[in-house]
């Protein structure tokens, strides 16, 4: 089964990355992530695959931003936000995402990314849209060396 989705305006959008300077736009990019990462942790919240007697396991799904280290050819740069992450950290959640061979698995995080395909990029394209606007409102404002060095800092 063959899914595609078309979106009008990410041509500009790529543009608009591309014509800011990285640290900028790496903010923009890692505001993007973490709001698709968010889409499926509430989806992977609400599943109902799995009986959750106490609710650990639906307490412990979290969404975040993750830093990289990326080799640069002059050396390693660690990236703030680089990249954004969906994990359920209670100590059993493995098992039922996977099953035993005892117990059948019962699939929460996987279905929850592919059944939010579409609202992953709808939100991410939002959340890039307002990262835009305020970097240009604080761009207007004069604040350019503000931003800089408090990305930097990330």
Known sequence: METSIEVEGLSALAAAMDALPGLVAERVQGD??????????????ETAAFTDRTGRLRASIRSGRRAEVVDTGRGRKRVPGASAVVEARAPHAHLIEYGTVRAPAH???EPAVIATRTRQLSASV??????????GKQLAAGKVARITRRLAAE
């Not at 993007?32 to 919240?45: T, Y």
């Not at 939002?126 to 970097?135: E, P, Y």
């Open 32 to 45: 993007g992530l973490a709001a698709a990462a968010r889409v499926v942790r509430d989806e992977a919240r």
């Open 107 to 109: 699939p929460f995080l």
């Open 126 to 135: 939002a959340a890039m849209g307002r990262s835009f606007k305020r970097i």
